[in-house]
């Protein structure tokens, strides 16, 4: 092989990982930005599960009164 075929695939290679490592980095920054999009989600979603769970708690307590505070059953 002549030197300068053993260099023109050497730039044909260089010129490939060039290539792949633009896709690649294109490839991170559009999971970056899924992964920020996620991350809101989650935090949205946390926030309306502690509203639910106060809701439910406020209704259980609203709803259901405390045990000293029914009367007894007639047969006691």
Do not use: C, W
Not at 15 to 29: C, G
Not at 49 to 59: E, M, P, S, Y
């Amino acid at each position: 092989m002549s030197q300068s075929n053993e260099m023109a695939q050497l730039l044909k290679r260089l010129d490939n990982l060039e290539t792949r490592l633009a896709f690649q980095d294109d490839v991170i920054e559009q999971l970056n930005h899924e992964i920020g999009v996620h991350q809101q989600h989650i935090r949205e979603l946390e926030e309306q599960l502690r509203l639910i769970g106060q809701k439910v708690k406020d209704i259980n307590t609203s709803v259901v009164a405390r045990q000293e505070d029914e009367t007894p059953p007639p047969h006691y």
